[in-house]
């Protein structure tokens, strides 16, 4: 069971998660992170390190938000992967009070 990131992480991008992760599981697009559910070991260090509370277990993950799994999936095949912090998107700190964002969702990789 990996670790899923939600709808919370998009236009935030936050990258505190990257910290603890032992595999460079997670890959980046312009505004949001996934990880890998193939490289993902379930070692749970990410998720703490999230501010807005954005990664989940797969079984915690919130019925609203199921379809993450399969965003997780799809675009951790076609985004590159990020190993180092970063700052967050400058609009975070609005947008991590926002819900429903999933129409911000850019499919871009990051550049």
């Excluded at 076609?78 to 947008?95: G, N, R, S, V």
């Amino acid at each position: 069971m990996a670790y899923v990131v939600a709808e919370p992480c998009i236009k935030c991008k936050y990258t505190d998660c990257l910290d603890g992760c032992p595999v460079d599981c997670f890959y980046e697009g312009q505004n949001m992170l996934v990880i890998n559910p193939e490289e993902c070991i379930d070692c749970g260090l990410c998720l703490g390190q999230c501010p807005i509370n954005a990664i989940y277990t797969a079984e915690d993950l919130p019925v609203k938000w199921a379809h993450y799994k399969d965003i997780n999936a799809q675009y951790s095949k076609l985004w590159p992967q990020i190993t180092a912090k970063k700052d967050p998107l400058p609009e975070a700190a609005e947008f991590s009070k926002i819900e429903d964002k999933a129409a911000f969702l850019d499919p871009s990789p990051a550049s």
